[in-house]
């Protein structure tokens, strides 16, 4: 399932280092206001989708696609927001437990 993504980024790379006369994709990452349009026309669209209740995978799939586009061809790397993702992950666990053993100490107090 993730290669898939993986595939999706590694196209990117290759067409940005090797670009193919007429592909779309070299179209999104050599023109970034392109690539901004398409990302922002896609997320309405997926919005609908969702409350229309029809379509919705199929947006989906563009919305990840044209966000894919947009950061390669703005130089984000996918690695590095994965890793921010990661330290968030870190982070609210940390306020999880924290929060977990404020309660307990406070009902412990309370209870006695």
Known sequence: MLNT???LIKLARERKSS??????TNKLLTDKLLSKAKVL???????????E???KIHEAADVLYHLLMYLE???????????????????????IISLQKFYVERYLVIKF
Not at 19 to 24: F, K, L, T
Not at 42 to 51: H, N
Not at 73 to 95: F, G, H, S
């Open 53 to 55: 209740n029809s379509n």
């Open 5 to 7: 993504l993986e595939n």
């Open 73 to 95: 061809a703005n130089d984000i790397k996918i690695e590095e927001v994965m890793k921010e993702l990661e330290k968030r992950k870190k982070w609210v666990t940390t306020i």
């Open 19 to 24: 670009p193919v006369e007429g592909s779309y």
């Open 41 to 51: 026309e896609e997320v309405d669209e997926l919005i609908e989708a969702v409350e």
